[in-house]
């Protein structure tokens, strides 16, 4: 079972990572790189939309939001430059680090967002 469950989460770290690769070839239509967009960015970022604190609810998102994603990305690529690309991710995944300045970059990107919003609401209450 621990292996099975080993096996879907490496699959999914694939998919996404074949996801973000393909997000800028011009043969992907426009209505499946947005969805492609939103998903990669959803599961690349450290804030969640329901947070994991919350008892239950909160690993629900990761459990149907990013697979749901996923899925739909990948109905909505082309078979052939899915095909291209799940073979430069996986040639990629195997050779890959961390990138901990995407990292970096991403949690800056949702602080600001954060700061940002916090001063829009908090001049809205005064």
């Given at each position: ?52 604190f919350i008892p239950l ?6 459990l149907l939001l990013l ?28 050779k890959r680090k961390p ?28």
């Amino acid at each position: 079972m621990l292996m099975r469950w080993k096996e879907i989460v490496r699959k999914l770290k694939e998919d996404i990572y074949t996801l973000y690769l393909a997000a800028n070839d011009p043969r992907i239509p426009f209505g499946a790189k947005v969805v492609l967009v939103v998903t990669v960015a959803y599961a690349f970022s450290p804030i969640d939309i329901i947070p994991d604190f919350i008892p239950l609810i909160g690993y629900l998102d990761d459990l149907l939001l990013l697979p749901l994603g996923i899925w739909l990305c990948i109905k909505l690529i082309p078979d052939e430059v899915l095909a291209e690309y799940r073979a430069k991710a996986k040639a990629q995944i195997l050779k890959r680090k961390p990138n901990y300045i995407m990292a970096a970059f991403i949690v800056i990107l949702w602080l600001l967002l954060g700061y940002w919003f916090y001063q829009t609401w908090a001049a809205h209450l005064d």
